[in-house]
């Protein structure tokens, strides 16, 4: 038998989680392709399964349970040899997933990821469950290889690691470390590998992206990055992901605005809007400090789109701050909204602060918000029929394939809406002019004029 005739294993991943996760799952199969795996979607055909987790709150917590358990039955009835668990669930329940889950073969943590191949090989020498999970610092770069798994037309840029802003309820400083900011040669270089792919949308996404290049020498800023990303030829859209409230500075706002290839939309998580519940977050931003951002910005730049989320049922989280909230969210009319059920994370501050809001109360105050955004968005989306947005051409609607799909500049990949597109023809990736005709609550329809 030849070199070239060895049959070479397959490897299915399934990533789950924010798009920062999904980074780390397209390094890892970039890792596992260069070393001579073939990647697989089929999760029946595949020699080796991965799972990227997700342990931000409960609900991710048991998704990443749920979905390892009914994986490990492809070593029953597939061809699975080795079923691995990667990212946040292994960094942070090590020990209690080794005695709970013995169907896992290897367990490896947020550091340890792109030695994934060379993990592999360790354990064919090894009949032990094995374990990698140390300190949170690795930083990747441009050097290491990297598969991507979304449309060749858009990427997500991940442009820093980790979290130092240490909020009350969140558990991402211990999974993931301290900030760390990628050097910018290193984002420029894959940037222009990216685009050079095909790319023509750039969603740049940290924990936290205001705070890029602080911990760097020379300081090199966000609005620094994005001049140097402009400039590239090819590459169309530039979106900002968790842009924190209190690090939107006057010179970022006139970036996002000045910026033709800036997509005029900002994810800005502010949490909550009443000033005690804000204290006892850690949250760095006042309720004047929140208005006066949103203001600033809708003056700024008046057609911007503006996403948050938000948390009810923090600890002490009274009915007055719960009835402050609602009225904030029908009053200031974000475009787009997410609304999270406070999670007690065992390890936090506010595990541990008196006055525990009631699951029932979380899920009313839930559901009372999203009702509100509804009629928000609704309104919102009426206000752009007979105007005309750029929109990234998606491919056939999911409901027929009369129908193209696509994306507006002001919806970001996978958590926002789509628009529907009911006359004129173009390829997929491409960026078109669309004159909007209707809407709903979260989708916009229209029709190609350019």
């Known amino acids: 038998m030849h070199l070239?005739?060895?049959?070479?294993?397959?490897?299915?991943m399934v990533s789950l989680g924010c798009p920062k996760n999904l980074v780390d799952a397209e390094v890892m199969l970039g890792c596992l392709a260069k070393d001579q795996y073939e990647i697989t979607t089929d999760?029946?055909?595949?020699?080796?399964i991965i799972v990227n987790t997700c342990s931000f709150i409960k609900e991710a917590k048991q998704e990443s349970i749920d979905t390892i358990l009914d994986l490990a039955d492809r070593k029953q009835d597939g061809n699975c040899k080795l079923l691995v668990v990667t990212g946040c669930l292994p960094q942070r329940y090590q020990e209690e997933l080794a005695k709970e889950l013995p169907e896992v073969d290897i367990f490896v943590g947020t550091g340890?990821?792109?030695?994934?191949?060379?993990?592999?090989?360790?354990?064919?020498?090894?009949?032990?469950?094995?374990?990698?999970?140390?300190?949170?610092?690795?930083?990747?770069?441009?050097?290491?290889?990297?598969?991507k798994s979304s449309p060749a037309y858009t990427t997500y840029l991940k442009i820093a690691?980790?979290?130092?802003?240490?909020?009350?309820?969140?558990?991402?400083?211990?999974?993931?470390?301290?900030?760390?900011?990628?050097?910018?040669?290193?984002?420029?270089?894959?940037?222009?590998?990216?685009?050079?792919?095909?790319?023509?949308?750039?969603?740049?996404?940290?924990?936290?992206?205001?705070?890029?290049?602080?911990?760097?020498?020379?300081?090199?800023?966000?609005?620094?990055?994005?001049k140097e990303l402009a400039a590239l030829d090819g590459l169309q859209w530039?979106?900002?992901?968790?842009?924190?409230?209190?690090?939107?500075?006057?010179?970022?706002?006139?970036?996002?605005?000045?910026?033709?290839?800036?997509?005029?939309?900002?994810?800005?998580?502010?949490?909550?809007?009443?000033?005690?519940?804000?204290?006892?977050?850690?949250?760095?931003?006042?309720?004047a400090e929140i208005r006066a951002l949103i203001e600033k910005l809708r003056e700024e730049i008046p057609d911007i789109a503006l996403r948050t989320s938000l948390i009810v049922g923090f600890p002490g989280e009274t009915e007055e701050d719960f009835r402050k909230l609602l009225h904030y969210v029908e009053e200031v009319q974000f475009d787009r909204l997410g609304v999270f059920c406070y999670s007690r994370e065992e390890g936090t501050?506010?595990?541990?602060?008196?006055?525990?809001?009631?699951?029932?109360?979380?899920?009313?105050?839930?559901?009372?918000?999203?009702?509100?955004?509804?009629?928000?968005?609704?309104?919102?989306?009426?206000?752009?029929?007979?105007?005309?947005e750029q929109v990234i051409v998606e491919g056939l609607s999911d409901e027929t394939d009369l129908l193209l799909k696509g994306r507006s500049s002001r919806q970001a990949p996978d958590i926002d809406g789509q628009v529907y597109i009911t006359a004129g023809s173009a390829n997929v990736g491409d960026i078109v002019t669309l004159r909007i005709t209707d809407s709903s609550d979260y989708d916009l329809i229209g029709e190609i004029v350019a």
């Open 349 to 388: 501050p506010a595990a541990e602060m008196p006055d525990q809001v009631s699951e029932r109360l979380k899920r009313e105050r839930h559901k009372k918000l999203m009702r509100a955004q509804a009629r928000v968005s609704f309104k919102r989306n009426r206000r752009l029929i007979d105007t005309t």
């Open 238 to 287: 530039i979106r900002l992901l968790y842009a924190y409230p209190d690090g939107i500075t006057n010179s970022l706002i006139q970036t996002i605005k000045e910026e033709e290839k800036v997509c005029k939309y900002l994810d800005i998580p502010i949490q909550h809007i009443s000033d005690p519940v804000l204290k006892r977050m850690n949250r760095r931003s006042s309720e």
């Open 43 to 48: 999760e029946h055909d595949a020699d080796i």
């Open 161 to 226: 690691e980790g979290c130092s802003n240490c909020c009350s309820y969140c558990v991402i400083p211990s999974l993931r470390g301290a900030f760390r900011s990628r050097p910018l040669d290193s984002l420029l270089q894959e940037a222009r590998e990216l685009v050079a792919s095909g790319v023509k949308e750039v969603n740049l996404i940290a924990q936290d992206v205001t705070a890029y290049g602080r911990d760097l020498p020379g300081r090199p800023s966000l609005e620094t990055l994005i």
């Open 4 to 12: 070239n005739d060895v049959v070479k294993e397959k490897v299915s």
């Open 112 to 147: 340890d990821y792109p030695r994934i191949a060379e993990i592999i090989a360790e354990k064919r020498q090894s009949d032990e469950q094995l374990r990698y999970v140390g300190d949170p610092n690795f930083v990747y770069d441009e050097t290491l290889p990297r598969l």
